[in-house]
C-alpha cells in the first residue's frame, strides 16, 4: 500500500525554492597525495588492524587447517547450540571440524536468543580497517550480532586493500540490490559510555574470530 | 522496574517562569562551580583529546580528509531534492516505506498510528538524536507502548528521566558510582564494587530481553544513501544491529540533510566520523539497512519505514550563507573541545544538540527565543578547528548575532552602551576621557571594599572572582612612553 505523504511535495517545493541561491565558492585548496596510507600487504595489514581491534584472526594453510581451527574455537565455548549460514563450504567446515554440537542452519531461520556462536562467510575483508564486510546472504542479519561469539570462514583472496574498494565492489557487483542489509564489522561489540572505559560485548558479541584461510 | 522515558528535554522542560536565556545563565553559573562535574567532564574530555589525537595521526592527510568530507556533503545539499529522490526511488522498489514529515509533530504521528495499528507494545530504540528533537518516545507511551532506550548511554539517561548530555555519549556527565546507584534503585540489582564491566552486562541482560520482545525498531541514522537506498547507521554496542535486525517493523527516522550521493563516500566518511567523534579508526558495526526482509534471506523486520524530517531544515537551506550547517555529520567534535560546553555542561544548553552547532542551529530549528545560544561563545574558532567536515561554526554563531541584532533583537540598553563605544572610538579625546574616568572610578570603588557590589560595573565579573588588577595608566600613555618605541612603530 503507498504510503499517504501529504507534505511530500510541499517539503521538495521548499528544498528547490531554497537551493536557488547558490552557496557561496569553497576556498581553493588542493591536496595532492592520498587521504589514507596506501595498503601495501593486504594480509598483514589485515591481521595488524585485527589485533587493534581486538578480533582474533587466525591464518590457516588449507581447509584441513581451517576445520582445526574451527574445532578449537567452538571447544572453547560454553555447551549450547549454534548457530551456521547454511552454504554447503559451512556444511563441508562443521563436518570436518568433528563438532558433536547441536546446529541450527540459516535455513531454517535466523539464530536462537541462547546460540552460543555463529558460523558465517563473508562478503570481502577490509585490510585497511580489519574489517568483514558481511551482507543478509551470510545467514541472515542476526548471524552476525545475536550470539557471544561470531566466527567467520574467510579465504585470503578476499581481502581487498581498503574500504572505498569494498564499497565500490559492493556497489558495481549489487550486493546491495540483491540484499537488504549489509554491515562492515570491525571488532566485538563494544562500549566507553562508563567513563570511558572500554568493556567488550556490549550487545553483540564478545568475540569475533576471522579464519582466513591461505589457499582455496 | 521502569523504562519510562517521559523525561524533560529542551521543549519539555518542567514549567517555570525563567526564559530559556535566564534559564541558560542560571544553570550556566550554577554547573561552573560544580566541582564534582567538572571533574567528571574533565576526565572524560581528557580521555577523548588523546584517542582523538591518535586518531588523527592514523590518517595520512587529515586536512584533506576534512576536505573531501566537506565536498561529499555540499554536493548532497547542494543537490538536495536530487538525491533525496534517489534514495526514495531505491527505498521504494524494495518494498520500504518513506515518509515525508515536514514537522516533528507530523513524524511522530505517522510512527503513532504505524505502532497503533501493527499492534506494537514494545518499542528497542537505537540512539538517534532526531527522535530526542520530535520528542517521540512519549507520545508512544501515551500509546501504552513500552519504549526502551537501547544505547547504554541512553537507556542510562531515560533511568534518570534526563535528557541525554552529549550527542555521542549521553551519559558522560556521571561517574561509575552514580550509575552503580542508579542501577541498583531501577535495575534491583547491585554491582557493590560498580565495576564498569559488571554495570555492561547487567544492561546487556535486561535489554536483550527487550531486543527479543520487542515488535517494532526504531535507529535513526548518520547517512541516506542515495545510490543505494540504504540507511548507515554506525554503532560500536552492536544496539543499533539489533534493532533493525529482530523485531518485525524497521523505522529509521531521520533529518533530510543526511544523504550522501554514493555509497563510496563512506570509505572517507565513516573513518573520519569514527576518528571525530571517539578516536577510533572506524566504528565496531557500518550497518547498511535497505529494505524488509527479502526472500530467502533468514530473518530481518517484514516492515521497514523511514521518515524524513524537514521541521526547518528547508528553511535553514534557504539561507546561502549558513548553508553548511546542514553538513554536520554529529560527531560532537565541537562539544568536547569547546570551553563554553566543558564549564557548563550539556544540559545547560536545555537543547536537543548542544555546544557550538547546537547554539548555531538552535535558532533555526526554534527561534528567536534560543538566540542567546550565539552569545553561548568565547568565538575563539576553536570547534571550526576539529569541525571534519569544515564547517564555519564560529562565524555562523557571529552571522547569528548580527542577524538578531538587526532585526532589533538587542536590548535597548546595549544598544545604547554601543552607540557611546562607537561614538567614544570615533573621537579619541573622549575615549581617552573615558579611560581616565573608569580606572579612577573603579580605583575609589575597590578602594572602599566595593568591588562585586551592585556600584561596580564590572560586577559580572568580580562578584565572584578577584577583581581586575586596575592600570596605573592608560594603554595610549604606556604606548607613548615605552611600548611604541620598542616594537619601533609610531603613534
Known amino acids: 500500500m503507498a504510503t499517504s505523504n501529504p507534505s511530500r511535495e510541499a517539503i521538495l517545493a521548499r528544498i528547490r525554492d531554497g537551493l536557488r541561491t547558490p552557496s557561496p565558492p569553497l576556498p581553493a585548496q588542493t591536496f595532492s597525495g592520498p587521504i589514507f596510507d596506501s595498503v601495501v600487504n593486504l594480509l598483514e595489514r589485515f591481521q595488524q588492524e585485527c589485533k587493534a581491534n581486538l578480533m582474533e584472526c587466525l591464518l590457516t594453510a588449507d581447509s584441513a587447517g581451517s576445520a582445526q581451527a574451527l574445532a578449537q574455537v567452538l571447544q572453547s565455548l560454553p555447551e549450547g547450540e549454534v548457530f551456521v549460514q547454511d552454504d554447503p563450504a559451512l556444511r563441508r567446515l562443521m563436518s570436518a571440524s568433528g563438532s558433536a554440537r547441536q546446529v541450527r542452519w540459516s535455513s531454517q531461520g535466523g539464530p536462537a536468543e541462547k546460540s552460543q556462536a555463529t558460523v558465517t562467510l563473508a562478503d570481502a575483508l577490509v585490510a585497511q580497517t580489519g574489517s568483514v564486510f558481511v551482507s543478509a546472504s551470510c545467514g541472515g542479519r542476526g548471524a552476525s550480532v545475536v550470539a557471544p561469539c561470531h566466527i567467520v570462514y574467510a579465504t585470503a583472496k578476499q581481502l581487498v586493500p581498503d574500504l572505498v574498494t569494498a564499497l565500490r565492489n559492493a556497489t558495481a557487483d549489487g550486493r546491495l540490490d540483491r540484499n537488504s542489509y549489509a554491515c562492515v564489522i570491525s571488532g566485538s561489540s563494544r562500549t566507553a559510555d562508563i567513563e570511558k572505559i572500554l568493556v567488550q560485548g556490549a550487545h553483540g558479541p564478545m568475540r569475533l574470530v576471522v579464519i582466513v584461510e591461505a589457499s582455496v | ?491
Open chain 2, 1 to 491: 522496574m521502569s523504562a519510562s522515558s517521559t523525561r524533560p528535554t529542551a521543549a519539555g522542560e518542567s514549567p517555570s517562569t525563567l526564559t530559556p536565556a535566564q534559564k541558560f545563565l542560571r544553570d550556566a553559573a550554577t554547573k561552573s562551580a560544580d566541582l564534582v562535574h567538572r571533574e567528571i567532564i574533565r576526565k572524560n574530555m581528557d580521555s577523548y583529546d588523546a584517542a582523538h589525537m591518535r586518531g588523527r595521526a592514523r590518517i595520512k592527510d587529515w586536512e584533506a580528509a576534512r576536505r573531501r568530507c566537506q565536498e561529499i556533503k555540499r554536493e548532497a545539499i547542494n543537490h538536495l531534492d536530487k538525491y533525496l529522490l534517489q534514495f526514495e526511488q531505491k527505498v521504494l522498489e524494495r518494498g520500504g516505506h518513506v515518509f515525508w514529515a515536514a514537522t516533528g509533530d507530523e513524524a511522530c504521528a505517522y510512527i503513532k498510528d504505524l505502532a497503533v495499528s501493527r499492534g506494537v507494545k514494545t518499542v528497542v530504540k537505537s540512539k538517534s538524536m532526531v527522535t530526542e528533537e520530535m520528542h517521540l518516545a512519549p507520545v508512544l507511551e501515551e500509546q501504552g507502548i513500552r519504549v526502551w532506550e537501547t544505547d547504554l548511554g541512553e537507556f542510562i539517561v531515560q533511568l534518570r528521566n534526563e535528557a541525554p548530555y552529549h550527542i555521542v555519549t549521553p551519559a558522560m556527565h556521571l561517574n561509575r558510582q552514580q550509575i552503580r546507584d542508579l542501577f541498583r534503585e531501577k535495575l534491583g540489582e547491585d554491582i557493590a564494587d560498580a565495576d564498569p564491566q559488571k554495570l555492561v552486562a547487567l544492561a546487556r541482560r535486561k535489554l536483550r530481553e527487550a531486543f527479543f520482545a520487542a515488535e517494532m525498531g526504531i535507529s535513526g541514522a548518520n547517512f541516506l544513501v542515495a545510490d543505494s537506498g540504504a540507511v548507515a547507521i554506525s554503532t560500536n554496542e552492536g544496539n543499533g544491529r539489533l534493532s533493525t535486525s529482530l523485531p518485525r517493523i524497521h523505522v529509521a527516522v531521520t533529518g533530510i540533510e543526511k544523504v550522501i550521493p554514493r555509497l563510496e563516500d563512506l570509505g572517507t566518511l565513516w573513518p573520519v566520523l569514527a576518528t571525530s567523534g571517539t578516536g577510533q579508526p572506524i566504528t565496531t558495526y557500518g550497518t547498511l539497512a535497505g529494505g524488509p526482509r527479502r526472500l530467502g534471506e533468514a530473518d530481518g523486520p517484514e516492515e521497514f519505514h523511514v521518515v524524513l524530517l524537514d521541521n526547518g531544515r528547508s528553511s535553514l537551506l534557504a539561507n546561502a550563507e549558513e548553508r553548511e550547517v546542514l553538513h554536520c555529520i554529529r560527531c560532537g567534535a565541537c562539544l568536547n573541545i569547546c570551553p563554553v560546553y566543558r564549564n557548563i555542561g550539556g544540559h545547560t544548553y536545555n537543547t536537543t544538540y548542544p555546544g557550538p552547532i547546537g547554539s548555531v542551529l538552535t535558532p533555526h530549528l526554534r527561534g528567536r527565543e534560543f538566540q542567546h545560544l550565539s552569545y553561548a561563545s568565547s568565538l575563539c574558532g576553536a570547534c571550526t578547528s576539529v569541525c571534519p567536515v569544515n564547517i564555519n561554526l564560529h562565524h555562523h554563531l557571529l552571522h547569528n548575532r548580527r542577524d538578531f541584532t538587526s532585526a532589533g533583537g538587542a536590548k535597548s540598553g546595549e544598544r545604547t552602551q554601543f552607540k557611546l563605544w562607537r561614538m567614544a572610538m570615533l573621537h579619541p579625546r573622549l575615549f581617552a576621557l573615558g579611560g581616565w574616568m573608569m580606572r579612577r572610578s573603579l580605583r575609589l570603588l575597590y578602594g572602599m571594599g566595593l568591588a562585586g557590589t551592585a556600584l561596580d560595573p564590572l560586577r559580572a565579573w568580580s562578584r565572584k572572582r578577584t577583581p581586575v588588577p586596575l592600570p596605573s595608566q592608560s594603554f595610549r600613555s604606556r604606548w607613548k612612553k615605552d611600548l611604541g618605541r620598542n616594537s619601533g612603530g609610531n603613534e
